[in-house]
């Protein structure tokens, strides 16, 4: 009988589908412990990855707020994976997720925050 691959595993696995650098960056940010888990008091959650040139808003497996992942995800179709959302997968594998609860109305300014696009340089 086969085993199941461990999370940290196939987390692990995904950072194949990056470039080189980028799965630096996702090691690197999952060993310093800039993905965070924010949960309301209410129960609803978001994660959020601190990046280089700021946090970005990760849903899922499958969405990331930052640049790369609209440019290489949605709009050229290279890749399915930026490095904040293989950073998020090896952190929580691993557990190096860092825990914020806030209030709902904090946590809908931190969403509002990381989904205005407008300032992303």
């Given at each position: 009988?086969?085993?199941?691959?461990?999370?940290?595993?196939?987390?692990?696995?995904?950072?194949?589908?990056?470039?080189?650098?980028?799965?630096?960056?996702?090691?690197?940010?999952?060993?310093?412990?800039?993905?965070?888990?924010?949960?309301?008091?209410?129960?609803?959650?978001?994660?959020v990855?601190e990046?280089?040139?700021?946090?970005?808003?990760?849903?899922?497996?499958?969405?990331?707020?930052?640049?790369?992942?609209?440019?290489?995800?949605?709009?050229r179709?290279?890749?399915?994976?930026?490095?904040h959302?293989?950073?998020?997968?090896?952190?929580?594998?691993e557990?190096?997720?860092?825990?914020?609860?806030?209030?709902?109305?904090?946590?809908?300014?931190?969403?509002?925050?990381?989904?205005?696009?407008r300032?992303?340089?």
């Amino acid at each position: 009988m086969t085993r199941a691959p461990r999370r940290q595993d196939w987390s692990r696995e995904l950072l194949r589908l990056l470039p080189p650098e980028s799965a630096v960056k996702a090691i690197r940010a999952a060993e310093e412990g800039r993905v965070i888990r924010i949960s309301s008091t209410e129960g609803f959650g978001a994660w959020v990855v601190e990046g280089e040139r700021g946090a970005y808003l990760v849903l899922g497996d499958y969405f990331c707020t930052c640049t790369d992942f609209y440019i290489e995800a949605l709009l050229r179709r290279g890749r399915p994976y930026c490095y904040h959302l293989i950073a998020k997968e090896i952190a929580e594998a691993e557990g190096k997720v860092r825990e914020r609860v806030v209030s709902r109305g904090e946590l809908t300014r931190l969403l509002m925050e990381l989904t205005d696009f407008r300032d992303d340089p």
